[in-house]
């Protein structure tokens, strides 16, 4: 990789570490990702994906290393980090759209509470953002009147109403049925065509190919490939990425 | 019947008085114990042993030696006098905070941890994730302790009557200096406070079925 390169990385995340007790979950992870790029994490449960997606708008602390996003790095607490969160958009694999509230109101709070948007220009910006992710229809609903597909793409709109820099999407899909996958999957790859910068941990292969940039494949708290999907889906350098790849595309 | 309609003078005194005891005390915990409540889920570890400290000493002290020191106590400590009326407010919300604050951190732990990350993640600070999200699915999730709550706390203004407030808990020994039957007295007091505790689980009824969550 290039110095130019890595000035010019959005997400920075260097020699990154992290314990849950004995576990060494995160080990000197290193990943740049620069502004446009679309970056699919995979690998086995339990290889530490979800933690280091949840570890860049620090979800989850670390241990050791730094975290840099556009430049700036992460703040331990307090008003700095949430001041952060808010450029960093977070899609959960369980949605987390806030049960008491309609969808309307799940997409304006953060623009009315965090940029100090006035309420009729955030609800003309979440209805034009619903309108995109296809469920405009259903703004005066509750979350759990949606169906899954319907809740996730609720909740990529609601994370981009804060016009982040990078979105982070945490197994995206792994909660929905399967009829559902793709409809959310199209917002997404939609959203990668329009140049947003996108960490992706997920286990869709298709998105991997039709969308990514890059493919990162982590193992046992390490990335073990970084490269391009043609190339890591074709011709995987490691042992373990072709044992991962070999149980997968079996069926 | 005579005996309540001869003095009805003593209990319409007597319940306003315990009606003005709990409305208040009810207000104060609920606001106390709220902001009690959030020290003891609070990232900052010096909120959260302040909070800890409050409730398990508070809590664990009988209502009466509460009353006692606002009482007898607290005149005796050269600040600004207060009626007992007053004296027996502020006990009575110190008291019943306690149990609101752990009724409310009940219900914090109901709330998904998602619930409260997906705030973080669109950037709000700790407080106002807890205020605007996480605070009112718990209520909903307390609202049958919390009423417990505060039925305790209308059964409890009478121990005021103990310390020269003319509350509905006073009215029998009134009574009895005015010869009435004792009896007689407890039973009509006994019958407004299930009345009033009645009205207080139409209440709770009434928030349960406005507040329900769908999950």
């Given at each position: 990789m290039t110095t130019d390169a890595q000035a010019t990385a959005l997400v920075d995340v260097d020699r990154v570490n992290k314990h849950f007790g004995q576990l060494h979950?995160?080990?000197?992870i290193n990943l740049k990702v620069s502004k446009g790029e679309v970056v699919v994490v995979i690998g086995p449960?339990?290889?530490g994906k979800s933690t280091l997606c949840r570890a860049i708008n620090r979800l989850e602390t670390i241990d050791g290393g730094t975290i840099k996003i556009d430049g700036k790095l992460l703040p331990a607490e307090g008003r700095d980090l949430a001041r952060l969160r808010a450029d960093v958009g977070m899609v959960f694999q369980s949605f987390?759209?806030?049960?008491?509230?309609?969808i309307l109101e799940n997409v304006t709070l953060g623009p009315i509470k965090?940029?100090?948007?006035?309420k009729d220009e955030a609800e003309k910006q979440a209805m034009m953002l619903l309108e995109r992710v296809g469920?405009?229809?259903?703004?005066?609903?509750?979350?759990?009147?949606?169906s899954g597909g319907q809740q996730q793409r609720v909740a990529i709109a609601r994370a981009l109403a804060m016009k982040p820099k990078v979105m982070l999407f945490d197994?995206?899909?792994?909660?929905?049925?399967p009829e559902m996958i793709n409809e959310v999957l199209d917002v997404m790859v939609q959203l990668a065509k329009e140049g947003m910068t996108m960490i992706v941990v997920t286990h869709e292969m298709g998105f991997a190919r039709k969308a990514a940039d890059r493919v990162v494949f982590m193992a046992d708290g390490q990335i073990v490939e970084d490269a391009q999907p043609e190339e890591f889906f074709t011709?995987?350098?490691s042992d373990r990425a072709k044992d991962f790849l070999s149980k997968i595309l079996t069926h | 019947m005579n005996t309540l309609l001869n003095n009805l003078d003593l209990f319409t005194t007597g319940f306003q008085n315990t009606l003005i005891l709990f409305f208040f005390s009810a207000i104060f915990a609920l606001i106390l114990g709220t902001i009690v409540a959030a020290m003891r889920v609070s990232p900052v570890p010096a909120m959260r042993a302040a909070g800890t400290f409050y409730v398990n000493t508070v809590r664990n002290t009988p209502l009466t030696l509460v009353l006692f020191f606002f009482a007898l106590g607290y005149p005796k400590l050269g600040l600004p006098e207060i009626s007992f009326m007053t004296a027996a407010i502020v006990g009575l919300s110190l008291y019943t905070a306690t149990y609101v604050a752990e009724a409310i951190r009940s219900g914090i732990n109901t709330v998904p941890v998602g619930q409260a990350e997906a705030a973080r993640a669109i950037g709000l600070p700790f407080s106002q994730s807890l205020r605007l999200i996480v605070l009112p699915q718990a209520f909903r999730a307390v609202i049958p302790p919390m009423f417990s709550v505060f039925i305790a706390l209308l059964k409890n203004?009478?121990?005021?009557?103990?310390?020269?407030?003319?509350e509905a808990g006073a009215i029998r020994a009134n009574l009895s200096e005015r010869g009435e039957p004792a009896m007689a007295g407890l039973l009509w007091v006994a019958l407004v406070f299930v009345v009033l505790v009645f009205l207080l689980s139409l209440l709770q009824r009434y928030f349960e079925n406005k507040w329900k969550v769908a999950r």
């Open positions: 979950v995160l080990q000197d449960s339990g290889s987390n759209l806030f049960a008491h509230k309609t965090v940029k100090g948007m006035k469920v405009a229809s259903q703004a005066g609903k509750l979350p759990a009147q949606l197994e995206p899909t792994s909660a929905l049925d011709n995987p350098k | 203004t009478t121990v005021a009557a103990g310390f020269s407030v003319a």
